[in-house]
């Protein structure tokens, strides 16, 4: 038999035992989620005697990916900013919070701690010195907007974290509130945070 002949005789025992093997999932699947016609009866019963009031005042714009480019320099990105009258900026925003350094430039990433998605980030340190908490600073007395700081606790340090409070402070920058870490209930924060006691434990240092 042909070289060519005995390699598609492979190719299709393969794809069987394929399907046979997809197939047989399958049917564990369909045997562990079993839906059912039963309505469960849920009764809800808000208790409003501990009402607090909201700080509407943090409810402001979140900055994020928005200093891959320099937007303190954008005269037109400014003016719509003025016009949105933000009550607060969110510094440096949520995800990209969580491994920003203040010591570095840009965004202050360190190549192994970071997520792939924000190497594009990282990579703009070759390009730029300054850090972008200076950016923020300028952008704030821009447009008169306070300031809601997010921690890196995840990987930065108590003393990082107080430089950019002190740097805040040191330019007039009213500040509404510090975020200890941004959304480390997600999934890919399971493992440094497996549950509640874990995060209070990190983050009682810096608290």
Do not use: W
Request: aromatic fraction near 10%; glycine fraction near 8%; hydrophobic fraction near 40%.
């Amino acid at each position: 038999m042909k070289k060519s002949y005995k390699i598609i005789i492979v190719g299709i025992i393969a794809l069987f035992m394929l399907r046979v093997c997809l197939s047989k999932e399958k049917k564990k699947e369909d045997n562990i989620l079993v839906l059912t016609d039963k309505v469960v009866p849920v009764n809800i019963a808000p208790d409003f005697s501990a009402i607090q009031p909201i700080n509407t005042a943090i409810f402001g714009v979140n900055i994020g990916f928005a200093f891959a480019r320099e937007l303190d320099k954008d005269s037109g990105c400014v003016q719509l900013l003025r016009e949105m009258h933000p009550s607060s900026l969110r510094f440096p925003g949520g995800t990209v919070a969580n491994y920003y350094h203040p010591g570095l430039p840009v965004y202050g990433y360190k190549k192994d701690e970071i997520m792939p998605s924000l190497g594009g980030l990282y990579n703009l340190q070759t390009k730029r010195t300054e850090n972008i908490l200076y950016n923020y600073i300028r952008l704030c007395k821009q447009t008169g907007a306070k300031a809601v700081f997010c921690a890196n606790v995840l990987n930065g340090t108590t003393e990082e974290t107080l430089f950019v409070i002190e740097e805040l402070k040191k330019n007039n920058i009213p500040i509404l509130g510090v975020e200890l870490g941004n959304e480390f209930c997600l999934m890919g924060y399971r493992k440094q945070f497996p549950d509640a006691a874990t995060y209070i434990k990190k983050v009682k240092a810096t608290a």
